[in-house]
Protein backbone atom coordinates (compact mmCIF):
# COMPACT_ATOMS: atom_id res chain seq x y z
CA UNK A 1 0.00 0.00 0.00
CA UNK A 2 2.74 2.10 0.34
CA UNK A 3 3.77 2.07 -2.99
CA UNK A 4 0.23 4.28 -4.10
CA UNK A 5 0.74 7.14 -1.37
CA UNK A 6 2.84 9.29 -3.76
CA UNK A 7 0.16 9.54 -6.60
CA UNK A 8 -2.54 9.56 -4.14
CA UNK A 9 -0.90 12.82 -2.21
CA UNK A 10 -0.06 13.70 -5.52
CA UNK A 11 -4.09 14.08 -6.85
CA UNK A 12 -4.94 15.71 -3.15
CA UNK A 13 -2.86 18.42 -3.90
CA UNK A 14 -4.07 18.64 -7.36
CA UNK A 15 -7.68 18.25 -6.47
CA UNK A 16 -7.22 21.13 -3.94
CA UNK A 17 -5.48 23.25 -5.91
CA UNK A 18 -8.09 22.86 -8.58
CA UNK A 19 -10.87 23.79 -5.85
CA UNK A 20 -8.96 27.03 -4.69
CA UNK A 21 -8.65 28.24 -8.41
CA UNK A 22 -12.32 27.83 -8.69
CA UNK A 23 -12.79 29.61 -5.52
CA UNK A 24 -10.65 32.74 -6.62
CA UNK A 25 -12.10 32.89 -9.83
CA UNK A 26 -15.41 33.03 -8.48
CA UNK A 27 -14.84 35.89 -6.54
CA UNK A 28 -12.62 37.90 -8.54
CA UNK A 29 -16.08 37.44 -11.31
CA UNK A 30 -18.31 38.73 -8.48
CA UNK A 31 -15.92 41.64 -7.67
CA UNK A 32 -15.94 42.66 -11.77
CA UNK A 33 -19.57 42.80 -11.88
CA UNK A 34 -19.82 44.93 -8.82
CA UNK A 35 -17.34 47.12 -10.79
CA UNK A 36 -19.28 46.93 -14.20
CA UNK A 37 -22.50 47.94 -11.85
CA UNK A 38 -20.90 50.71 -10.21
CA UNK A 39 -19.48 52.13 -13.73
CA UNK A 40 -23.09 51.60 -15.25
CA UNK A 41 -24.82 53.53 -12.18
CA UNK A 42 -22.56 56.60 -12.59
CA UNK A 43 -22.60 57.16 -16.55
CA UNK A 44 -26.46 56.88 -16.05
CA UNK A 45 -26.26 59.71 -13.50
CA UNK A 46 -24.00 61.57 -15.68
CA UNK A 47 -26.47 61.28 -18.87
CA UNK A 48 -29.19 62.62 -16.21
CA UNK A 49 -27.00 65.56 -14.88
CA UNK A 50 -26.01 66.47 -18.78
CA UNK A 51 -29.90 66.74 -19.41
CA UNK A 52 -30.48 68.29 -16.20
CA UNK A 53 -32.16 72.27 -16.73
CA UNK A 54 -34.48 71.36 -19.04
CA UNK A 55 -37.69 71.81 -18.56
CA UNK A 56 -40.44 68.89 -19.39
CA UNK A 57 -44.23 68.40 -18.14
CA UNK A 58 -43.72 71.52 -15.64
CA UNK A 59 -40.48 69.51 -14.02
CA UNK A 60 -36.66 70.13 -14.07
CA UNK A 61 -33.80 67.88 -12.81
CA UNK A 62 -31.73 70.06 -11.02
CA UNK A 63 -28.93 67.13 -10.73
CA UNK A 64 -28.48 63.94 -10.66
CA UNK A 65 -25.41 62.15 -8.28
CA UNK A 66 -24.60 58.59 -7.72
CA UNK A 67 -22.19 57.09 -4.59
CA UNK A 68 -22.48 54.16 -2.43
CA UNK A 69 -25.78 52.58 -4.12
CA UNK A 70 -27.79 55.50 -3.88
CA UNK A 71 -28.92 58.09 -6.92
CA UNK A 72 -29.84 61.63 -5.76
CA UNK A 73 -32.10 63.28 -7.82
CA UNK A 74 -33.40 67.39 -7.35
CA UNK A 75 -36.08 67.91 -8.69
CA UNK A 76 -37.73 71.51 -9.51
CA UNK A 77 -41.36 71.73 -9.56
CA UNK A 78 -42.21 74.60 -11.98
CA UNK A 79 -45.36 75.48 -11.26
CA UNK A 80 -46.52 74.69 -8.27
CA UNK A 81 -45.79 76.64 -4.84
CA UNK A 82 -45.06 74.86 -1.77
CA UNK A 83 -47.69 76.82 -0.19
CA UNK A 84 -50.60 75.59 -2.65
CA UNK A 85 -50.35 71.71 -2.10
CA UNK A 86 -51.43 69.24 0.82
CA UNK A 87 -47.92 68.65 1.63
CA UNK A 88 -49.08 64.91 2.61
CA UNK A 89 -51.16 63.59 -0.13
CA UNK A 90 -48.46 65.58 -2.50
CA UNK A 91 -45.49 63.42 -1.29
CA UNK A 92 -47.84 60.34 -1.54
CA UNK A 93 -48.80 61.20 -4.74
CA UNK A 94 -45.15 62.16 -6.02
CA UNK A 95 -43.77 58.77 -4.81
CA UNK A 96 -46.33 56.51 -6.21
CA UNK A 97 -45.27 58.31 -9.22
CA UNK A 98 -41.68 58.06 -9.25
CA UNK A 99 -42.02 54.46 -8.04
CA UNK A 100 -43.69 53.46 -11.10
CA UNK A 101 -41.05 55.11 -13.33
CA UNK A 102 -38.06 54.00 -11.66
CA UNK A 103 -39.25 50.87 -11.35
CA UNK A 104 -40.46 50.47 -15.00
CA UNK A 105 -37.48 52.84 -16.44
CA UNK A 106 -35.51 50.61 -18.87
CA UNK A 107 -32.11 51.72 -17.65
CA UNK A 108 -32.77 52.17 -14.08
CA UNK A 109 -35.50 49.83 -13.42
CA UNK A 110 -33.11 46.73 -13.20
CA UNK A 111 -30.76 48.71 -10.75
CA UNK A 112 -33.58 49.66 -8.61
CA UNK A 113 -34.70 45.93 -8.78
CA UNK A 114 -31.65 44.94 -7.97
CA UNK A 115 -30.77 47.13 -4.63
CA UNK A 116 -30.48 50.83 -5.81
CA UNK A 117 -32.16 53.97 -3.80
CA UNK A 118 -33.12 56.13 -5.12
CA UNK A 119 -33.45 59.45 -3.04
CA UNK A 120 -35.79 62.38 -4.54
CA UNK A 121 -35.70 65.68 -3.27
CA UNK A 122 -38.76 67.97 -5.04
CA UNK A 123 -38.41 71.93 -4.69
CA UNK A 124 -41.55 74.31 -5.32
CA UNK A 125 -41.10 77.21 -8.11
CA UNK A 126 -39.39 79.51 -5.45
CA UNK A 127 -36.82 76.15 -4.61
CA UNK A 128 -38.31 76.03 -1.30
CA UNK A 129 -38.57 72.18 -0.56
CA UNK A 130 -41.80 69.96 -0.66
CA UNK A 131 -40.72 66.62 0.03
CA UNK A 132 -37.88 63.82 0.16
CA UNK A 133 -38.71 60.28 -0.48
CA UNK A 134 -36.48 57.30 -1.67
CA UNK A 135 -37.36 54.61 -3.94
CA UNK A 136 -36.35 51.23 -3.40
CA UNK A 137 -36.20 47.48 -4.12
CA UNK A 138 -39.70 46.75 -1.85
CA UNK A 139 -41.33 49.85 -3.58
CA UNK A 140 -41.58 47.96 -7.15
CA UNK A 141 -43.25 44.58 -6.21
Request: charged share 30%; hydrophobic share 40%; glycine share 4%.
Amino acid sequence: MKHYRGPIVFFSVMISLFVLLQLWHAKSASEDKKEERERNLKGIALIMNAQSQKTFDGSRIDSVTYKDEVMRISVTLTNISKDEVDLDAFAKERKDVAAAASCDEKFLGPFVKSGLLVNYTLNDASNSPITEFQIGKSDCL
